[in-house]
């Protein structure tokens, strides 16, 4: 008798395996095992599972300083942070999204305020918005720039791609597909909006992100709107 399919050769194949690589760690790639013993801050609503002696706790109203708190207000709730303390395993997800795994060392980068998954301690992060005066956007956009050494998890629908920015060659983004970007980029927000745009005759590709110096940019091939257009 067979034993495929069978719950013996199912748990076998899907039960938790320790790679011993560390705080962060994968399972499968949409999934973030997380080694705690301190503390990491994650992304509210990321914790599908955990073991062990771990507390939660949802980042204190003026726990980051009162210019963060200002920032975050005029983010909404896209940028909302839980503390994982004490020891044990935490299992973090983020609707089934893929998981990439950034050791930085001494380095900086931007990710989508919504494509972060959690973060070490040791990293420093501030929030940064991206708007236009001409209020083409209802709300703007917003990202969070991540400096120091330490891990971070970020998300992506699908898999990632990385493109170089080099200097006299600039690289243009949808912003709905754009999830991290090197931390000397700066993105322009470029517009292309015509009449046409506004009665429904338009590309769909009225707003851009223009990057232009050396560093790379990732998109994914998904476009995750996270910020609303003006009515047509």
């Given at each position: 008798?067979?034993?495929?399919?069978?719950?013996?050769?199912f748990?076998a194949?899907?039960?938790?395996?320790?790679?011993?690589?560390?705080?962060?760690?994968?399972?499968?790639?949409?999934?973030?095992?997380?080694?705690?013993?301190?503390?990491?801050?994650?992304?509210?609503?990321?914790?599908?599972?955990?073991?062990?002696?771990?507390?939660?706790?949802?980042?204190?109203?003026?726990?980051?300083?009162?210019?963060?708190?200002?920032?975050?207000?005029?983010?909404?709730?896209?940028?909302?942070?839980?503390?994982?303390?004490?020891?044990?395993?935490?299992?973090?997800?983020?609707?089934?999204?893929?998981?990439?795994?950034?050791?930085?060392?001494?380095?900086?980068?931007?990710?989508?305020?919504?494509?972060?998954?959690?973060?070490?301690?040791?990293?420093?992060?501030?929030?940064?918005?991206?708007?236009?005066?001409?209020?083409?956007?209802a709300?703007?956009?917003?990202?969070?720039?991540?400096?120091?050494?330490?891990?971070?998890?970020?998300?992506?629908?699908?898999?990632?791609?990385?493109?170089?920015?080099?200097?006299?060659?600039?690289?243009?983004?949808?912003?709905?597909?754009?999830?991290?970007?090197?931390?000397?980029?700066?993105?322009?927000?470029?517009?292309?909006?015509?009449?046409?745009?506004?009665?429904?005759?338009?590309?769909?590709?009225?707003?851009?992100?223009?990057?232009?110096?050396?560093?790379?940019?990732?998109?994914?091939?998904?476009?995750?709107?996270?910020?609303?257009?003006?009515?047509?």
């Open positions: 008798m067979t034993n495929r399919y069978s719950v013996k050769e748990v194949k899907t039960t938790q395996t320790n790679k011993n690589e560390g705080l962060f760690e994968m399972e499968g790639d949409r999934m973030l095992e997380v080694h705690l013993n301190g503390s990491v801050w994650t992304k509210m609503g990321s914790m599908v599972a955990y073991m062990g002696n771990v507390g939660f706790k949802r980042e204190g109203v003026l726990e980051h300083g009162l210019g963060k708190l200002l920032k975050k207000a005029l983010t909404g709730e896209g940028m909302q942070l839980t503390k994982a303390e004490g020891q044990g395993l935490v299992y973090l997800a983020d609707q089934g999204k893929k998981v990439s795994i950034l050791h930085l060392q001494n380095e900086s980068i931007y990710v989508n305020g919504n494509d972060l998954l959690a973060f070490e301690q040791s990293i420093q992060w501030d929030i940064k918005l991206l708007k236009k005066i001409s209020g083409i956007l709300g703007g956009l917003f990202n969070v720039r991540l400096e120091g050494t330490g891990m971070v998890a970020i998300t992506s629908h699908y898999n990632p791609l990385t493109l170089a920015v080099r200097q006299g060659y600039p690289v243009f983004t949808d912003p709905n597909a754009t999830i991290a970007w090197s931390g000397n980029l700066y993105p322009e927000l470029k517009t292309d909006i015509s009449l046409g745009t506004f009665f429904g005759r338009g590309s769909g590709e009225s707003l851009q992100m223009a990057f232009n110096g050396d560093g790379f940019v990732v998109i994914q091939p998904f476009e995750e709107v996270t910020f609303q257009q003006p009515t047509r």
